[in-house]
């Protein structure tokens, strides 16, 4: 009887800790979405140091201002993040070639392959995709870039880096991110 009653006991323990496995118990999930799109998850973090970011696999390390991402052949892709009570804005990086005369600054056109531009003119103003814009200014202590929209349209920060010949910009753009419920 008692040797009945111990398997029971063992298959239930068994049984239990299977369950818990297969279910990724404890296993606590962050997801994040851009807030245009809030059902899509963009970016997905898991307590195991496990992270999806637009499809890929990666493990992360995640501080109070930046998620380092790592791939298996030992790749990081470094993004700088804020969070605000249940919204985060997450930095995306893009990098634009110069397709103006070097200044030495960021006044300039500035383009991708796909298409997307900034310009920024000595006086302060600036063009976004060239159909939004407006006025900016520049911390160079922060490498951040203020850009002041002329349409309702809230100051968005930048931040930026310039390569050393002066003709790649890097931007880490602000995206509003939401909870994936």
Same mark, same amino acid.
């Given at each position: ?69 790592? $791939?298996?052949?030992? !790749?990081? +892709? *470094?993004?700088? &993040? ?7 804005? %997450? @930095? ?46 520049? $911390?160079?202590?922060? !490498?951040? +870039? *203020?850009?002041? &929209? ?7 920060? %930048? @931040? ?22």
């Amino acid at each position: 009887m008692k040797k009945l009653f111990i398997e029971k006991i063992t298959l239930g323990i068994t049984v239990v800790s299977m369950v818990a496995i297969l279910t990724g118990c404890g296993s606590h999930k962050e997801e994040w979405a851009y807030s245009h799109d809030p059902d899509e998850p963009v970016i997905s973090l898991s307590e195991n140091g496990k992270c999806t970011y637009k499809g890929n696999e990666y493990t992360f390390d995640k501080d109070d201002s930046f998620i380092t991402l790592t $791939d298996d052949n030992g !790749n990081t +892709i *470094k993004m700088r &993040y804020q969070m605000d009570g249940d919204k985060m804005t %997450l @930095y995306e990086e893009s990098t634009y070639e110069l397709c103006s005369e070097d200044t030495g600054t960021i006044v300039g056109v500035w383009k991708q392959d796909n298409g997307w531009s900034y310009q920024f003119t000595a006086n302060g103003e600036f063009a976004e995709e060239n159909i939004f814009h407006g006025h900016y200014s520049v $911390d160079e202590s922060r !490498n951040c +870039i *203020k850009l002041m &929209y002329d349409d309702p349209i809230e100051d968005a920060y %930048l @931040y930026y880096a310039l390569n050393d010949s002066g003709d790649e910009l890097t931007v880490a753009y602000p995206w509003p991110m939401v909870r994936v419920k």
